[in-house]
């Protein structure tokens, strides 16, 4: 098992390298640089910039080397845990992610709860009950579910929650809570606030889960090694629960690592809409101010957790399946 | 083994087999049909038949012919769009006698038999056992479910029970998923856990056929040695004729549903009165030197939605009689003690008229 973790920790190295590598090229493709469009943004506003501004910002990024010096000068820092400077925030790009992280984290992480909590009951409930007036109204419900943009669901949401209680949900705290020291009422007020937003990342989530956790148990359910445990006399719901259903969670045990970027793309026009202070529109807007050193960041930090999703997902998967532990 | 000694164990050394003792199954007039949007189809159609204690009795028949849903029916693990539609199941259950047939499918009363008092060996061994258990586990869990023990206990016994069956290392066993045992080791693995509570009544439904002819040897002589043994009584379903010789006291040949001779092995396998019976033999291929020609019955099996009337073989009999066969179904007529035929050639006829 150890053995298993150590290999797979090894192979993402090379992997974690090529991210690096795709992800600054893409952010250098455009013609120019943050500073030619820094400059045309503050000459836009009327402001005069001295030349030795735009020499000192271009040596200190060392924007005149060739690439793969760029390319190693970034690198180095990243991995010092300087991420460089954000030109349309003005802060260093580790402030502006450390602010915004643990939102996105958050939402993501209760958004990952209620997929699984809402999906996988309904999920099995559609397989053991199929062709079920149950089941057709939560296939009607999952489809729609998938074929929803987030963003309309975000409105409607916020309207719904409107007209019923008369509070608008934007952000994740109410306004006099914004500066409060955490605490259990600032938690609350979370809690009050971050369920929204939640749901609706989670929605299209909770519907394929949906799809996929009955295709599984539909496929698990008439194998016979089920047949025989009832033959055996164990009881209806254990037949359930201890066997078929522990196969049919294995492959959605192995998409947890995927989901969690997944749901941070999800984000991006929730966001916008209910105005949370998630990563997800600072992403937006600095890849279209090519703020290289944010959005590259960015997309490190993205592809990084994936990795150990996927890493932690390939974990869990060995521990619950025996055959996957004998393969290794 | 040959038949000729088959029936000779039958009338000397059967455990039990007395024709005195009260039969401990008794299936009477089963009826089992499924239903599916192209129709209903009469899988089982009307099946009688008795097992005595520590009998072993066969059910032969081409595949479709209804053994494996009358098996299913016994235990009541039909898929979803099978239903019982009539006849009983009586299964003597030492101080009472219950109706399997009219019981909750998955009630109290058959989970409690189930896997005790009648356990049940599958086709595929290697998909009995769930994938991501231990066969131990899955043994433990039969023996704990139907025994107050101990999981010490339960895990003795289990690994006694494999002993018992064969395998070479039982406490390294135990702790073995089905993908680390080779295809004997999976059949014992299997044997054990059908077995791990001693039951009265093994069901055993095409054991043999998924496996290679060793192991079915193996097989064979496994349950053999474990009936003489334990003494539980034994329904041996297959399409082999062989393993039937090999093994049963009794034979019952299917039909499309339908019971059509049944007798002592020596009787049926000797002496076979009903057409069908007389063409599956035919049909088997024989180790005798130089070339002799195989006799396969002519016709297709028909359509299960478009069933004959009459007796079901008519149409495709080599004695077929115009006029009475296609009439009503040939009722059962002895031919001698203890065997029975659906046939007209042998009587019935008269109630025709």
Redesign the interface.
């Known amino acids: 098992m150890l053995i298993y973790i150590l290999r797979r920790v090894i192979v993402m190295i090379p992997v974690t390298i090529l991210i690096s590598v795709i992800g600054f090229i893409i952010i250098q493709a455009p013609p120019g640089d943050f500073v030619s469009s820094y400059i045309a943004g503050l000459e836009a506003q009327g402001d005069i910039i001295e030349p030795e501004l735009i020499d000192s910002l271009r040596a200190r990024y060392g924007l005149g080397e060739p690439v793969y010096v760029q390319y190693w000068r970034w690198v180095s820092n990243f991995v010092e845990g300087d991420l460089g400077y954000s030109m349309i925030y003005r802060e260093p790009v580790v402030d502006i992610i450390a602010q915004r992280l643990p939102s996105s984290f958050t939402i993501s992480l209760l958004s990952l709860i209620l997929v699984f909590v809402i999906g996988i009951p309904i999920g099995i409930l559609s397989a053991t009950k199929q062709y079920s007036l149950a089941d057709y109204t939560f296939t009607v419900i999952g489809f729609l579910g998938v074929a929803t943009p987030n963003f309309l669901l975000a409105l409607v949401g916020l309207w719904l929650l409107f007209s019923w209680t008369g509070t608008v949900s934007i952000g994740l705290y109410s306004p006099e809570m914004q500066n409060a020291p955490f605490g259990l009422a600032k938690f609350l007020d979370l809690l009050s606030h971050i369920w929204l937003p939640a749901l609706i990342v989670g929605t299209a989530g909770t519907a394929e889960l949906i799809r996929t956790m009955r295709a599984n148990l539909l496929d698990e359910l008439p194998k016979q090694y089920v047949t025989v445990a009832r033959a055996r006399g164990v009881k209806p719901t254990k037949l359930l629960y201890k066997y078929p259903l522990r196969i049919a969670i294995n492959p959605v045990i192995s998409t947890v690592g995927w989901l969690l970027p997944v749901l941070v793309e999800g984000e991006v026009l929730v966001s916008l809409v209910l105005g949370l202070p998630t990563i997800a529109p600072v992403l937006l807007d600095s890849l279209m101010q090519q703020d290289m050193f944010l959005a590259t960041s960015i997309i490190m930090i993205l592809g990084i957790l994936t990795l150990v999703g996927t890493l932690l997902s390939d974990i869990l998967l060995a521990i619950v399946d025996p055959r996957i532990r004998g393969a290794v | 083994m040959t038949a000729q000694q088959a029936g000779e164990r039958d009338a000397t050394s059967a455990p039990g087999g007395d024709a005195a003792a009260d039969p401990l199954l008794s299936v009477r007039n089963l009826q089992t049909h499924f239903f599916s949007r192209e129709g209903v189809v009469k899988a089982v159609d009307g099946v009688s038949f008795d097992i005595k204690p520590g009998e072993i009795l066969g059910i032969a028949g081409e595949s479709g012919c209804g053994k494996s849903v009358t098996s299913q029916s016994i235990?009541r693990?039909l898929?979803r769009n099978g239903k019982i539609v009539g006849g009983e199941i009586l299964f003597n259950n030492g101080d009472r006698t219950v109706d399997l047939a009219t019981e909750e499918a998955?009630g109290r009363v058959l989970?409690?038999?189930?896997?005790?008092e009648i356990?049940?060996i599958?086709?595929?061994p290697m998909?009995?056992?769930?994938?991501?258990?231990?066969i131990g586990d899955?043994i433990i869990?039969?023996i704990r479910?139907?025994q107050d023990v101990s999981k010490e206990e339960a895990r003795d016994q289990a690994v006694e029970m494999l002993r018992r069956v064969g395998m070479p290392n039982p406490v390294r066993n135990i702790e073995e998923?089905t993908?680390?045992l080779s295809g004997g080791m999976r059949q014992r693995a299997m044997v054990a856990?059908?077995l791990s509570c001693r039951p009265k009544l093994l069901i055993a439904d095409e054991p043999t056929t998924a496996v290679d002819v060793t192991i079915q040897a193996q097989m064979l002589e496994l349950l053999r040695d474990i009936q003489a043994d334990l003494g539980m009584a034994i329904i041996m379903i297959t399409h082999d004729l062989g393993v039937i010789a090999e093994l049963t006291d009794r034979v019952m040949i299917m039909y499309l549903g339908k019971e059509v001779e049944h007798g002592t092995v020596e009787d049926v396998f000797h002496r076979p009165q009903h057409p069908y019976t007389r063409g599956l033999l035919a049909s088997i291929p024989k180790m005798e030197p130089g070339r002799v020609e195989i006799e396969p019955i002519e016709g297709v099996v028909p359509s299960p939605y478009a069933m004959p009337t009459g007796c079901k073989f008519h149409t495709r009999c080599p004695e077929y009689i115009a006029g009475v066969c296609e009439k009503r179904d040939p009722p059962l007529t002895a031919v001698g003690p203890g065997h029975e035929v659906s046939c007209y050639l042998y009587g019935g006829r008269e109630e025709l008229e």
């Open positions: 235990l693990i898929p998955d989970r409690d038999i189930r896997g005790k356990a049940m599958f086709q595929e998909t009995s056992f769930s994938p991501v258990h231990t899955q869990e039969t479910i139907h998923y993908f680390n856990l059908s």
